[in-house]
T-cell receptor
């Protein structure tokens, strides 16, 4: 079993839909990161959080430390949100990555 | 402000050769991280350098090595290349020690034939 599990693996949506991507982890962490990777490989850090909730534009990330679970929400999804979303946990001075969720948003 | 830069963009080597990949962090960042993303696999942590020293390494053989220079730029060296070393190698930097928010470079795509 992977130390960081993401679901779903693949997700398709119509423009405007509300999207939720989930991340569960089994190790102790000091922080959790949500990353976005576009075709071609470029990675952008979306959030780093250790408790509660963070919001940036249409993106919201939450974490429940007790349940070892985090969610990434996208409100009013848009085709430009199409990308792979990766959850990563900060464990003993290294990041452990989930396998990613491939999101496709159609107009 | 310039972001993290990596060179070369693409690198083609044959099995058994050595590859050198370079990374320049964001100005003021002292920590540099290297990651490997092999085709069909997720990202894996390779190495972490901070203030010129190796702070942590992932589960990779010793032929993966690197260094960090006084200007905080970094080099990743892969010796005795194997076909399965073909991957996208990503560098990231962060400010101060520890794993604060990381900023990623565009990556170097290494192909081993």
């Amino acid at each position: 079993k992977n130390e960081v599990e993401q679901s779903p693996q693949n997700l398709t949506a119509q423009e405007g839909e509300f999207i939720t991507i989930n991340c569960s982890y089994s190790v102790g962490i000091s922080a959790l990161h949500w990353l976005q990777q576009h075709p071609g490989g470029g990675i952008v850090s979306l959030f780093m959080l250790s408790s509660g909730k963070k919001k940036h534009g249409r993106l919201i990330a939450t974490i429940n430390i007790q349940e070892k679970h985090s969610s990434l929400h996208i409100t009013a999804s848009h085709p430009r949100d199409s990308a792979v979303y990766i959850c990563a946990v900060d464990n003993t001075d290294k990041l452990i990555f989930g396998t990613g969720t491939r999101l496709q948003v159609f107009p | 402000e310039a972001g993290v830069t990596q060179s070369p963009t693409h690198l083609i080597k044959t099995r058994g050769q050595q590859a050198t990949l370079r990374c320049s962090p964001i100005s003021g960042h002292t920590s540099v991280y290297w990651y490997q993303q092999a085709l069909g696999l997720g990202l894996q942590f390779l190495l972490w350098y901070d203030e010129g020293e190796e702070r942590n390494r992932g589960n990779f053989p010793p032929r993966f090595s690197g260094r960090q220079f006084p200007n905080y730029s970094s080099e990743l060296n892969v010796n005795a290349l194997e076909l399965e070393d073909s991957a996208l190698y990503l560098c990231a930097s962060s400010s101060d020690r520890g794993l604060y928010e990381q900023y990623f470079g565009p990556g170097t795509r290494l192909t081993v034939t």
